[in-house]
């Protein structure tokens, strides 16, 4: 067990362990948020100092992106992908196996900062230069976070590209690249930004690095330009292959295969290809980018990222539609991404965007995106996956009261937020004076942030009830797969597959289920059989 | 067909496309345009890359022949633990860290090249 989990190189045993350092990473970002809230919750300084409270948001910011949102989207490719495409293995399973341990150790590295004199990174999420220079945080703590950082972009870039080669080169005889399931495409597009978007922040830090030990060679509008040609596509790392997660479950759970295939296709590749050239609207208030341009093209995002919205709305529209708990969750993804969604249209504004420029505006905002999207469809791809993982089901019932929490939460927690950014509420600040009036909006918010740590709870103990269970679920668990993920058995074999169903469309179970039902003959070409 | 070289030099050309656009149109400055048309070209010239790639050997599932699945690597485990500590070394902790960490990397590494030549020498007693 425990040489399987330091050395295996199966695709689904290295995702997973990925999941588990995602898992404790994201226990202790929720925890520093946590205090964070509760020191926001009244004016006046109760429970960390102003110095903690930058360690605490810079800690909370950077876990999340870094070692939890990222690793978690990737994550799930590269489980998902190789049983998508009909393959025995991950190409570069070498390297897949050792990005992982990267991400493990690189967690562990920012992590270690907290063992040092002068505490860890404490320059934002982001570390702009001059801020993030040794004179103005010195320290090994920050060092470390840094070298933490590089490793696990370094081990990002590695899986994607394994993810990528697989997707263009294991392909099951029949598997075109249009017949690649909708969330393979995702996974496609998400790759593609890593590999060509990221090695910008390994650059960035890398210079970083080299500035804080004496060699002065930034400057900080052509740190902001690195780092944002990272950091704006990292939004959509966070986001396709939850998009694709959703679009799977709304695909199975209504039973109808997923409309406008080929259209969501090319707005897919369009919205990768836009959102790589946005990233100069987080430096609208620099002057240094040119705002029409930008703005172009971050407010351009919203045609394909409606048409992926139109096509998942149409793919339930008249289907018998399936309200299990992964169907709640894609509706909860619906509706709340719409409003991270619209208010980014606010911050695409240059004239709107030097208003909302580093206030509670853009915090709710990018949570709304981050959270209440992302998160809620991560959350729709683990209840739809996870009997093709385990065998087992989770708890409808508890999964309900996670489903209802976590909207309660996560509305309670952020939409005040928009109220006191609106207000002037400036991010980053431990403090606020009482004559402001934003007191009772920041007690909600905090109340809300308690609420999903009890929401995530219940999360916990429908897993722990499922770990506890007998293994029931089937090939298809759900009795309505379209891809070949749910043509093998539940959990899948280390080798995968032992056969495999003729591919003639994306959805090639969906195929063999509608000639069962027309009595039609099955097409020539035997299931390929492999050892 | 295997088209896999399309994506990723249509998706390369986009981005060229969007620098330029950039470039003549919005006075985007140098920086920002060399690193969106420098993130499209590396993907053009990838897409062709696997396009090559694609012609001269077949694709991996279609070949008639035994493939190796690797299912274990104690050695890449020995490398990325070397990586770290040498780079944590070399960026924060010194020499007591990094001396170790540029060892195991050595040994891992030999370890890969053993790992390789056993897969091979396996591939080699499995085709028909």
């Given at each position: 067990m425990?040489a399987a989990l330091?050395w295996?190189?199966?695709?689904?045993?290295v995702?997973?362990?990925?999941?588990?350092?995602?898992a404790?990473?994201?226990m202790?970002?929720?925890?520093?948020?946590?205090?964070?809230?509760?020191?926001?919750?009244?004016p006046?300084l109760?429970v960390v100092?102003?110095?903690?409270?930058?360690?605490l948001?810079?800690?909370?910011?950077?876990?999340?992106?870094?070692?939890v949102?990222?690793?978690?989207?990737?994550?799930?490719?590269?489980y998902l992908?190789?049983?998508q495409?009909g393959t025995t293995?991950?190409?570069?399973?070498?390297w897949?196996?050792?990005?992982?341990?990267?991400?493990?150790?690189?967690?562990?590295?920012m992590w270690?900062g907290?063992?040092?004199r002068?505490?860890p990174?404490?320059?934002?999420?982001?570390?702009?230069d001059?801020?993030?220079?040794?004179?103005e945080?010195?320290?090994n703590?920050?060092?470390?976070?840094?070298?933490?950082?590089l490793?696990?972009?370094?081990g990002?870039i590695?899986?994607?590209?394994?993810v990528?080669?697989t997707?263009l080169r294991?392909?099951?005889p029949?598997?075109?690249?249009?017949?690649?399931?909708?969330?393979?495409?995702?996974?496609?597009?998400?790759?593609?930004l890593?590999?060509?978007?990221?090695?910008?922040?390994?650059?960035?830090?890398?210079l970083?690095?080299?500035?804080?030990?004496?060699?002065?060679?930034?400057?900080?509008?052509?740190?902001?330009?690195?780092?944002?040609?990272?950091?704006?596509?990292?939004?959509?790392?966070m986001?396709?292959p939850f998009?694709g997660m959703?679009?799977?479950?709304?695909s199975?759970?209504?039973?109808?295969?997923?409309?406008g295939?080929r259209v969501?296709v090319?707005?897919?590749?369009?919205?990768t290809?836009?959102?790589i050239?946005?990233?100069?609207?987080?430096?609208?208030?620099?002057g240094s980018?040119?705002?029409?341009?930008f703005?172009?093209?971050?407010?351009?995002?919203i045609v394909?990222?409606?048409?992926e919205?139109?096509?998942?709305?149409?793919?339930?529209w008249?289907?018998?539609v399936?309200f299990?708990?992964?169907?709640?969750?894609?509706f909860?993804?619906?509706l709340q991404?719409v409003?991270?969604?619209?208010t980014?249209?606010?911050?695409?504004?240059p004239?709107?965007?030097v208003?909302?420029?580093?206030?509670?505006f853009?915090v709710?905002?990018?949570?709304?995106?981050?959270?209440?999207?992302?998160?809620?469809?991560?959350?729709a791809?683990?209840?739809?996956?996870?009997?093709?993982v385990t065998?087992?089901?989770?708890?409808?019932?508890?999964?309900?009261?996670?489903?209802?929490?976590l909207?309660?939460g996560?509305?309670?927690t952020?939409?005040?937020?928009?109220?006191l950014?609106q207000?002037?509420?400036?991010?980053?600040l431990?403090?606020?004076?009482?004559?402001?009036g934003?007191?009772?909006?920041?007690a909600?918010?905090?109340?809300?942030s308690?609420?999903?740590?009890?929401a995530?709870?219940?999360?916990?103990?429908?897993?722990?009830?499922?770990?506890l269970a007998?293994r029931?679920a089937?090939?298809?668990a759900?009795?309505?797969?379209?891809t070949?993920e749910?043509?093998?058995?539940?959990?899948?074999?280390p080798h995968?597959?032992?056969?495999l169903?003729?591919?003639?469309s994306?959805a090639?179970?969906y195929?063999?289920?509608?000639?069962?039902e027309?009595?039609?003959p099955?097409p020539?070409?035997p299931?390929?059989l492999?050892? | 067909?295997r088209?896999?070289?399309?994506?990723?030099?249509a998706?390369?050309?986009a981005?060229?496309?969007?620098?330029?656009?950039?470039v003549?149109?919005?006075d985007l400055?140098?920086?920002?345009?060399?690193?969106l048309a420098?993130?499209?070209?590396?993907?053009l010239?990838?897409?062709?890359?696997?396009?090559v790639?694609?012609?001269r050997?077949?694709?991996?599932?279609?070949?008639?022949q035994?493939?190796?699945v690797?299912?274990?690597?104690?050695?890449?485990?020995i490398?990325?633990?070397?990586?770290?500590?040498?780079?944590?070394?070399?960026a924060?902790?010194?020499p007591a860290?990094?001396?170790?960490?540029?060892g195991m990397?050595?040994?891992g590494?030999g370890?890969?090249?053993?790992?390789?030549l056993?897969?091979?020498?396996?591939?080699?007693?499995r085709?028909?």
């Amino acid at each position: 067990m425990i040489a399987a989990l330091l050395w295996s190189t199966d695709h689904k045993v290295v995702a997973l362990r990925s999941a588990v350092f995602s898992a404790f990473f994201f226990m202790a970002a929720g925890v520093a948020a946590l205090v964070m809230r509760t020191e926001l919750a009244e004016p006046g300084l109760q429970v960390v100092s102003r110095e903690g409270y930058a360690e605490l948001f810079t800690m909370h910011g950077s876990t999340m992106i870094f070692l939890v949102v990222i690793p978690v989207a990737l994550g799930a490719c590269l489980y998902l992908v190789p049983l998508q495409v009909g393959t025995t293995q991950i190409s570069g399973a070498r390297w897949a196996h050792g990005a992982s341990l990267l991400l493990g150790l690189g967690g562990l590295v920012m992590w270690s900062g907290w063992l040092t004199r002068e505490g860890p990174g404490r320059a934002g999420w982001y570390a702009y230069d001059p801020l993030a220079n040794a004179p103005e945080t010195p320290g090994n703590g920050m060092d470390l976070w840094v070298c933490g950082v590089l490793l696990v972009t370094v081990g990002s870039i590695v899986t994607a590209v394994c993810v990528l080669a697989t997707l263009l080169r294991r392909r099951a005889p029949g598997m075109t690249l249009l017949r690649l399931p909708v969330f393979s495409w995702t996974a496609l597009a998400t790759c593609l930004l890593v590999i060509f978007s990221f090695p910008s922040l390994v650059v960035a830090f890398g210079l970083l690095l080299a500035d804080r030990h004496g060699a002065h060679v930034l400057g900080p509008v052509s740190y902001q330009h690195l780092f944002w040609f990272y950091g704006h596509p990292a939004v959509y790392v966070m986001f396709f292959p939850f998009v694709g997660m959703v679009a799977e479950a709304a695909s199975i759970l209504s039973g109808r295969r997923f409309f406008g295939y080929r259209v969501f296709v090319i707005a897919l590749l369009g919205f990768t290809a836009l959102s790589i050239s946005a990233w100069g609207h987080h430096m609208f208030t620099t002057g240094s980018v040119p705002t029409k341009l930008f703005a172009l093209t971050s407010t351009a995002l919203i045609v394909p990222a409606g048409i992926e919205y139109f096509d998942i709305v149409a793919t339930l529209w008249n289907g018998a539609v399936r309200f299990g708990v992964p169907m709640l969750f894609v509706f909860g993804f619906l509706l709340q991404f719409v409003i991270g969604g619209l208010t980014g249209i606010w911050v695409a504004s240059p004239v709107l965007d030097v208003q909302a420029q580093d206030s509670y505006f853009v915090v709710a905002h990018f949570h709304y995106t981050l959270f209440a999207g992302s998160m809620f469809g991560l959350f729709a791809g683990i209840y739809l996956w996870w009997p093709k993982v385990t065998g087992r089901f989770l708890s409808e019932r508890l999964g309900r009261l996670h489903f209802g929490l976590l909207v309660l939460g996560t509305n309670l927690t952020f939409l005040p937020q928009f109220a006191l950014g609106q207000d002037g509420m400036a991010r980053r600040l431990a403090d606020y004076p009482r004559a402001t009036g934003w007191t009772t909006l920041n007690a909600l918010s905090t109340v809300g942030s308690f609420v999903i740590a009890v929401a995530l709870v219940v999360f916990v103990l429908a897993v722990v009830r499922s770990a506890l269970a007998p293994r029931t679920a089937a090939a298809d668990a759900w009795g309505g797969g379209m891809t070949l993920e749910w043509w093998t058995s539940s959990p899948p074999p280390p080798h995968n597959f032992d056969s495999l169903p003729p591919v003639r469309s994306y959805a090639p179970l969906y195929d063999l289920r509608r000639r069962e039902e027309d009595d039609v003959p099955a097409p020539e070409g035997p299931e390929v059989l492999r050892a | 067909m295997r088209s896999g070289w399309l994506p990723l030099a249509a998706w390369g050309a986009a981005l060229i496309a969007i620098a330029l656009l950039g470039v003549l149109v919005f006075d985007l400055d140098t920086l920002p345009a060399l690193l969106l048309a420098g993130a499209g070209a590396c993907s053009l010239v990838s897409g062709l890359a696997v396009g090559v790639a694609e012609r001269r050997r077949p694709h991996l599932d279609d070949r008639e022949q035994p493939e190796l699945v690797v299912r274990g690597s104690a050695a890449t485990t020995i490398v990325a633990a070397g990586v770290t500590t040498a780079l944590v070394g070399s960026a924060a902790a010194g020499p007591a860290f990094f001396w170790p960490g540029a060892g195991m990397i050595v040994l891992g590494l030999g370890g890969l090249v053993r790992e390789w030549l056993a897969g091979r020498r396996l591939l080699r007693e499995r085709r028909p």
